[in-house]
């Protein structure tokens, strides 16, 4: 097996990625039109995007590591609006996108149109929300879009899988494609629900950080495989699964999550580089097998296509946002009035990814009776012509869009102020712990250091409201800056000690390795008080 395609894969991806953050542009779109672009320079490898690499291997950590950096609680708040989006439009879309192009394409049956459909309706909000964070969307605008795309892939490969199987001539009904997708929500959230409570307890009860780590790279293709096993939505157990430990990870022990952090943002910005990476580059596989469709007629049918799968999410998002409330005195009273700005930004961050592609790469050659399979050539084209199109058109604009919408920012001043309240109410109960353990004679402190114990935590306490404070007019630093600045100062002095100890043969390796590491932490520490 030669490697070297899946190395230049990966650092060039990383590095490309790497490079999008000294620009205005996403990475994900810079990702993508440098893959466009490389595709055809000679002597690049050809990397044909393979559904059972993607699918089973690369979405369950994406989207592990998606949920459990997003918020339980929030989530919840928004379900009414990311259920509706997640499910209700992706069926829409499905149904209104295939319409469209049995009606554009005479070729089509309907059947392989739905089966289009089904594949372009799910929108990848991770080019959206990285564009959020970049920008200043809003919270809940931010939480919807991120619900979403946990979720939409699941019901979307669901609505492919019975359109397929109408499709290949398997005698799909109504009724079977209700119970097909019953089952694969219902077994997907089941298995979930099954795996969270014993993950949870394994992740509390292992001692072990690198078997902890290693658990937790684990749980995406475990929780995936499971419920994939049973035929339900492997994507729903996942997301489950990750919701809840991500909701509960504060039980797990520090240098887990200090460990965890490090390595699940190393595996999500590898894996996310790739894959958009991997979208440019199925450029000439779509082109060779385009046949007969090459030219102005292939063209008009994605600029058609294009329009319909952005004008649809309009038509759907709209009333989905406004109606409700107009209906229900209750969602009036529970939810937050939303916006047509906030609508405006949802319905526009509609941008496909590597998901609508993988699940085209999957449609069979032939269907039963070994005829070919309806335009197939056709839909792997119109599906990557409609990732680009959206990609490149909606995620470009998207940032200047926002800041012509110009929502309200965020107030920094009011969320500096609730984490100093926060932090004093926590500090007051440590406090009283402290002098709770102080007065118990087996847990007697010499004065020096109970002290310090009192001096950190008046530290911490004061980190917060020293933000508030005034610029030094020397430096421009807040206290902050300059706190940090010292520390590292520091800890950079102490450390030189340590190697100049190490190399004159007074300390080993091993005793350098544990003192650097005791630096390491104290440096994390200093960090995240003033950060």
């Not at 580089?273 to 008009?300: D, M, T």
């Not at 592609?357 to 792997?380: C, D, K, Y």
Request: charged content about 20%.
């Amino acid at each position: 097996m030669d490697v070297m395609p899946l190395l230049l894969l990966v650092a060039g991806s990383a590095a490309v990625a790497g490079a999008a953050r000294r620009t205005p542009v996403p990475a994900p779109l810079l990702l993508v039109a440098v893959g466009l672009v490389v595709s055809y320079v000679p002597g690049v490898p050809e990397y044909a995007l393979d559904p059972e690499v993607v699918l089973p291997l690369l979405l369950p950590p994406l989207l592990y590591t998606s949920a459990s950096d997003s918020s339980y609680l929030d989530l919840r708040a928004q379900l009414r609006p990311v259920a509706l989006l997640s499910v209700g439009y992706v069926l829409f879309a499905t149904f209104l996108v295939g319409w469209a192009i049995y009606l554009i394409v005479p070729a089509m049956p309907l059947t392989a149109a739905l089966v289009l459909g089904a594949v372009v309706a799910p929108p990848d909000a991770v080019a959206a929300t990285a564009v959020a964070r970049r920008v200043g969307l809003p919270s809940r605008v931010t939480t919807i879009l991120q619900g979403e795309s946990l979720l939409n892939d699941a019901t979307a490969i669901t609505a492919y899988k019975v359109a397929l199987a109408a499709a290949v001539g398997e005698g799909a009904t109504w009724a079977g494609g209700i119970g097909e997708f019953l089952l694969a929500a219902v077994g997907g959230v089941g298995v979930g629900l099954v795996l969270m409570a014993p993950l949870h307890w394994l992740r509390t009860h292992l001692k072990e950080p690198l078997l902890q780590n290693t658990l937790s790279l684990l749980i995406p293709f475990v929780a995936y495989s499971v419920a994939e096993q049973v035929h339900a939505s492997g994507v729903l157990a996942v997301v489950v699964v990750a919701l809840y430990l991500g909701h509960r990870a504060w039980e797990v022990d520090f240098a887990t999550r200090l460990q965890e952090e490090a390595v699940w943002k190393m595996v999500a910005f590898v894996l996310e580089s790739a894959v958009f990476a991997l979208i440019g580059l199925q450029l000439p596989v779509v082109l060779r097998g385009l046949g007969s469709y090459e030219g102005v007629e292939a063209a008009w049918y994605a600029v058609l296509l294009f329009l319909v799968v952005v004008a649809a999410r309009f038509v759907w998002v709209y009333p989905a946002a406004f109606l409700p409330r107009k209906l229900s005195a209750r969602i009036r009273e529970r939810e937050q009035n939303p916006t047509w700005r906030g609508a405006m930004v949802t319905s526009w961050a509609g941008m496909r990814g590597v998901v609508s592609l993988a699940i085209a790469f999957s449609i069979p050659v032939t269907v039963h009776g070994g005829q070919p399979f309806p335009e197939r050539n056709l839909i792997l084209f119109l599906t990557f012509t409609t990732v680009i199109g959206t990609l490149v058109v909606q995620g470009l604009s998207l940032p200047p869009l926002i800041r012509l919408l110009d929502f309200p920012g965020r107030d920094a001043q009011a969320e500096t102020l609730a984490e100093a309240n926060a932090q004093a109410q926590a500090s007051r109960a440590a406090d009283a712990r402290l002098d709770e353990l102080l007065s118990d004679e087996r847990n007697a402190l010499p004065p020096p250091l109970a002290d310090r114990l009192r001096t950190v935590l008046e530290r911490r306490r004061n980190a917060v409201w020293e933000r508030l404070g005034a610029v030094n007019p020397v430096t421009g630093e807040t206290v902050d800056d300059t706190y940090r600045r010292l520390s590292r100062e520091m800890i950079s002095a102490e450390r030189d000690v340590f190697v100049r100890l190490r190399d004159g043969r007074h300390i080993d390796d091993e005793m350098l390795r544990t003192l650097l590491r005791r630096l390491d932490l104290e440096e994390a520490a200093a960090y995240r008080e003033t950060a």
